[in-house]
C-alpha cells in the first residue's frame, strides 16, 4: 500500500483538548488529543483522502446539535524511546513556528498536522495528531484563569501578609 503523507489542515476552532498531558485514563501510557469543528472544507479533504487510499470510513467524526467534530489522538510523545525524556505536554507552535509551552483550550484557534493511515482491521482510515500550530489564544486559559480579561475600575493594591500576636491576653477565653 502506498504511504499516505501528512497534510495541514486551515485554521481550525478548538472544541475540546487534552494535550497538556497525556489522557491516560484508559491505561498507560495513554494519548494526546484534540477535537476540533470541522467545516465542510475540512470534511470534503478528509473523505476524499479516505475515498482515494480505499478506506470505507474516516474515524473520529462525529456531529452534535448541529456542528460537526473530529477528534485525533496522538501517542508520540506518551512513549518515546528508551534514553529520550518523556514529555508531559504535547509539543504545540506559534503562529511563527516557535515552540510554545502553551497548549490550546477550547475556543483557541489552530492548524493540525494530520497523518492518514488505514486501519487494516476494518478498511477505515484514521488521522493521527502530528503538530498543532496555535494561531490564536480565545480561550479563558490565556487570560490568567480567572476567565475574565482586564478592564478599567477597581484595582487592588498589594496586601501585607501580617502575622498575628502570640500574645495570650488577646485570646477572648
Known sequence: ?????????????VQWAHLHRADDK??????HNITVIVDDQLKDQL???????GAAKVNGLSE?????FIKVKSTL????PEGMEKKVAFPCVDSDTNPTTEVPMGG???RLRLKPFVISRDNSMSF????????EKNSAASSGGS???????YKAEAQEETVPSNDDNDIPF
Open 1 to 13: 500500500m502506498e504511504k499516505i503523507q501528512p497534510f495541514n489542515t486551515e485554521t481550525l476552532e
Open 128 to 135: 493521527f495528531l502530528n503538530g498543532v500550530q496555535i494561531i
Open 64 to 68: 452534535k446539535e448541529g456542528k460537526k
Open 147 to 153: 476567565g475574565f480579561s482586564a478592564t478599567e475600575g
Open 47 to 53: 473523505q476524499k483522502i479516505a475515498k482515494d487510499a
Open 108 to 110: 483557541d484557534k489552530v
Open 26 to 31: 484508559f491505561g498507560a501510557p495513554g494519548h
Open 77 to 80: 510523545y506518551t512513549n518515546p
